[in-house]
């Protein structure tokens, strides 16, 4: 692979052409001819949801399953081939550096065979389901069938299950495959209805600010706190960058364009703002309650920091076995954009194994691709299990999938405190004007903060997300100070505004019969809409990314976590440390149930283990940003390019083949480039370039080389 850097305006590029026999594709794995009657079973293939207490007997055949997954592994080197480009991508000396693969590049090199996809399809259809394709990244295929039918094919049973008052179906037993491919065979999807639930905090009662003389946030306080303004003064608003955001029901648009305008923000135009729903998943349903709440949260306020970001709105429809992780796996095998945030999750050990290695799986894909994840860490402090409106945790210490993942960003929760316990009369004045601007804000400077912990508030477990991963190692890059060495991922990586209860953030939604921002922003009868948790932080701090990529003249950041721990340790400035409170909420003493993390309730009935402190901790991570000092730190690349083309395949002697060459602007490159093509010393070809000089002009140009050969071979080129 040959890549070059020329940091000039115009330059002449030599491309040697490397002689040698190379194969497209991956090899084969599946060697011995696929027998049925010698069968393993699939460990892991039951959702950890599908208990005995909760089963309620067989589930009916005759309900069809329309498109369920079987999600393929990676072997073992493709496995250390994909951990070490990612590696590469993240470092400025290497020739990866920033070197995005598309979905079918990340299929070449990394999904399953075209021979192996074509052995288990042809299984799949002789057993009598129908196969509805496979993912872009050749990592799962889709199939069809009846639950009779699924239960045949993989020798198991489907059972109903009652859980928190409603009827779920899902496989009762593990499923088995032929031995031939069972290795290939990471899991299942798709094959129950257990949906993720949304996290986002409400408000409750919903009160005016008159009457609680509370404070809330409209997006000009957000960025006043956190030091946006300076971006937006420069013309660093988002243009030109698009943010993905994950949810589970189609929304009505009008509660955005409400928002944006008792914002102050700019209207929508065109395209800026799109609905997708997932194809396969059924016809769209108009979100209600949670769902809704949750998806205007994140669309209103991704775009509330990103101003003028374009916002995709993925989601699903009817089918009750589709879920928001098929919104995820959609955005990603798709590639639909580069910054992704989603607020939906669950603990580690309510997924399973097998499932949070999915889920790992294609945010490796999703890094590879040059797609960067935010995720909320969790709203339930140390015991993730324990979400929900409980008061008491009886499931451990747990922390949150898909924020776990070393690969994903985690995004903890603070709030404020110093607006409170101000002491310049009257209270809070320090901090907040007396009445609003003509955008509706009235803070006046940063706030200090806290661990967002309103357990005590009355409304159940209600804290940050935090703690140690169970099922992921600590990653090479998780180091500084107060980052515990104890070999395990830990979360939260950074911390946002989350609390509910004091401070909140605006909403604009239609929640059952309520119409929102009907004045301003009250409803009808002068209320406002006010929520919070860390469903706030993933899609806040996906905008804030979003206009460091603009200042940046990336086209896409990848994976940021490496960057942002080294940052934090290069400056005290770019993060606000937070050194009071903690995420600890009551628990069952003697508790967890089996399988959850070692550490039990103490007889206190209360965890008491992570402290905030200076430095990085478990409940609020780095801390929380100043915007626009991360922004000014963020290392944008040289003005440069980097240059990538195609292998080009020649059957004989004689004959010739054609390829793409590739011109990739780095930062702000601007300019022509003129490319010669030189076979290597010795080597039976001739080669030509057609067009000879490019204009890159802020985006991908792209010429064709053409190779002639006296002999057999392939030219092997940078991919």
């Known amino acids: 692979m040959v890549t070059l850097r020329v940091s000039l305006l115009s330059a002449a590029v030599i491309l040697c052409a490397a002689v040698s026999v190379a194969q497209s ?69 290497s020739p990866n550096y920033h070197k995005w693969l598309t979905p079918e590049q990340y299929a070449q090199r990394f999904g399953v065979s075209e021979g192996d ?14 196969v509805r394709g496979t993912s872009r990244g050749r990592t799962e295929i889709f199939f069809s069938g009846s639950v009779a039918q699924v239960e045949k094919v993989f020798q198991t049973e489907f059972h109903n299950y009652a859980l928190h008052g409603q009827s779920h179906f899902a496989n009762a037993t593990e499923l088995s495959v032929p031995v031939s491919f069972a290795p290939l065979v990471l899991g299942f999807r798709n094959l129950s209805d257990f949906r993720p639930q949304p996290r986002v905090k409400k408000a409750s009662p919903e009160f005016t600010s008159s009457i609680s003389g509370n404070h809330f946030l409209a997006p000009d306080d957000f960025a006043t706190i956190y030091d946006l303004q300076p971006l937006y003064s420069a013309g660093i608003d988002g243009t030109g960058q698009t943010i993905a955001i994950v949810g589970q029901h189609q929304i009505d648009a009008t509660d955005i364009t409400t928002f944006r305008s008792v914002s102050g923000l700019p209207a929508y135009s065109g395209q800026q703002f799109q609905q997708v729903i997932v194809p396969g998943s059924g016809s769209p349903v108009m979100a209600t309650g949670g769902d809704l709440t949750e998806a205007d949260l994140d669309i209103e306020w991704s775009g509330a920091v990103a101003r003028n970001a374009n916002i995709v709105f993925v989601y699903v429809g009817n089918d009750s076995n589709y879920n928001v992780w098929d919104s995820l796996q959609y955005i990603i095998d798709q590639q639909v954009a580069p910054i992704i945030s989603t607020s939906y999750g669950y603990c580690e050990s309510g997924l399973g194994a097998s499932f949070v290695q999915t889920v790992q799986q294609w945010a490796q894909q999703a890094a590879a691709q040059g797609q960067t994840i935010t995720a909320a860490a969790g709203d339930a402090g140390v015991a993730d299990c324990d979400g929900g409106g409980q008061s008491i945790a009886t499931g451990g210490l747990a922390v949150d999938v898909p924020a776990s993942v070393p690969e994903v960003t985690a995004i903890g929760g603070t709030e404020f405190f110093s607006d409170v316990k101000d002491s310049v009369p009257p209270v809070g004045t320090q901090y907040w004007t007396a009445a609003n601007n003509t955008k509706n804000g009235s803070a006046k400077s940063y706030i200090p903060e806290e661990v967002w912990n309103d357990t005590s508030q009355g ?22 100070a107060g980052v515990p060495g104890d070999n395990a991922r830990d979360v939260p990586d950074v911390s946002l505004n989350a609390s509910n209860a004091h401070d909140g953030y605006l909403l604009c ?7 929102d ?20 932080g993933a899609p806040t701090f996906a905008g804030i990314l979003a206009l460091i990529q603009q200042k940046t003249g990336l086209t896409s950041l990848g994976p940021v976590n490496a960057t942002l721990y080294q940052l934090a340790a290069s400056s005290s400035s770019i993060f606000h ?74 059957g004989g002697a004689g004959q010739s083949g054609s390829g793409t060459i590739s011109i990739d602007p780095l930062g702000t490159f601007n300019g022509t480039v003129n490319l010669t093509c030189t076979p290597a010393q010795g080597a039976p070809l001739s080669c030509s370039i057609l067009p000879a000089s490019l204009a890159v002009n802020g985006s991908t140009a792209t010429a064709t080389l053409t190779v002639k050969s006296t002999s057999a071979h392939s030219a092997a080129l940078p991919n």
């Open 25 to 93: 594709g991956q090899s084969d794995r599946i060697r011995t001819t696929i027998d049925d009657a010698q069968r393993v079973r699939v460990r892991g293939s039951v959702h950890p949801l599908a208990t005995a207490d909760r089963d309620q007997g067989r589930a009916a055949g005759n309900k069809t399953l329309r498109r369920a997954s079987m999600v393929l592994r990676l072997s073992p080197a493709q496995q250390a081939d994909l951990e070490t480009l990612l590696r590469e991508q993240q470092e400025p000396s």
């Open 117 to 130: 996809l074509g052995k288990i399809t042809s299984w799949l259809q002789s057993q009598g389901l129908g």
């Open 459 to 480: 409304q159940g477990i209600a804290a940050s997300g935090g703690g140690f991963s169970v099922m992921f190692s600590k990653p090479s890059w998780q180091t500084g």
């Open 509 to 515: 939604s239609q929640v059952v019969s309520q119409h």
């Open 517 to 536: 921002c009907t004045a301003g922003y009250r409803d009808g009868s002068g209320n406002l809409f006010v929520v919070g948790g860390t469903s706030a």
């Open 577 to 650: 440390s937070i050194t009071t409170g903690n995420n600890d909420v009551p628990c069952s003493p003697g508790t967890p149930a089996a399988g959850a993390a070692a550490l039990q309730c103490p007889s206190t009935g209360t965890f008491g283990v992570y402290n905030a402190a200076a430095g990085y901790n478990q409940s609020t991570g780095l801390g929380s940003p100043d915007a626009d000092k991360l922004a000014a730190a963020w290392q944008a690349p040289a003005n440069d390019y980097s240059i990538a083309a195609t292998t080009i395949g020649i």
